[in-house]
């Protein structure tokens, strides 16, 4: 069984994560709104972390974010990310690399951002989701799996109204996976 408690040695694996009413997380490698006010959420949840992605989402930044280890996941072999990031080649070496730099910096949460085959890869292991529900079903080509609503506790919630540079409004939601009794 995997201890899921947050006082534990391992660090938290946590998925950050906007989704549509319909389930979306992105189109053509982009996300498919502007959400500038929920940006500024995922900056302060994933700063000081490493963070995990697919290549595909680390070529829709078209960077590595700063103040974070980037763990881009591929086959690749011959991939390569810019300074501030490094290479996995499947998403167990990613969290190898991503508890040794939790270890290093003394953080309690490693942060897997995306994709979609690496959302479904993780979820039913991961302890905790940081779930951006965006009140809209845009259109989309890629998309949040579908999960088990009642293995999780919602432990926080607050609701945005779309500022002057959102699309949309929405709501940042907090879930832990509940603990086995």
């Known amino acids: 069984m995997i201890d899921h408690s947050f006082t534990s040695a391992e660090p938290a694996l946590s998925l950050v994560v906007a989704v549509g009413e319909n389930g979306a997380i992105g189109l053509d490698g982009e996300l498919p709104w502007r959400l500038s006010s929920e940006l500024k959420h995922f900056r302060k949840v994933t700063m000081g972390k490493p963070i995990i992605m697919g290549r595909r989402t680390y070529d ?3 960077r590595c974010l700063d103040g974070r280890l980037n763990i881009v996941v591929t086959r690749d072999r011959s991939f390569e990310v810019l300074p501030g990031g490094a290479v996995a080649h499947s998403l167990k070496e990613a969290l190898d690399l991503g508890r040794e730099e939790a270890a290093r910096t003394g953080v309690d949460e490693i942060a897997l951002i995306g994709g979609e085959a690496l959302f479904k890869e993780s979820l039913p ?16 080509d890629t998309w949040f799996p579908e999960w ?4 999780w506790e919602e ?5 945005y109204e779309a500022g002057p540079k959102d699309d949309h409004p929405f709501s940042i939601v907090v879930l832990e996976r509940k603990r086995e009794v």
């Open 60 to 62: 829709s930044l078209g």
């Open 125 to 140: 292991f991961a302890d905790r989701l940081y779930f951006t529900e965006v009140h809209a079903s845009p259109e989309a």
């Open 148 to 151: 088990d609503k009642t293995l």
């Open 155 to 159: 432990v926080s919630r607050e609701r």
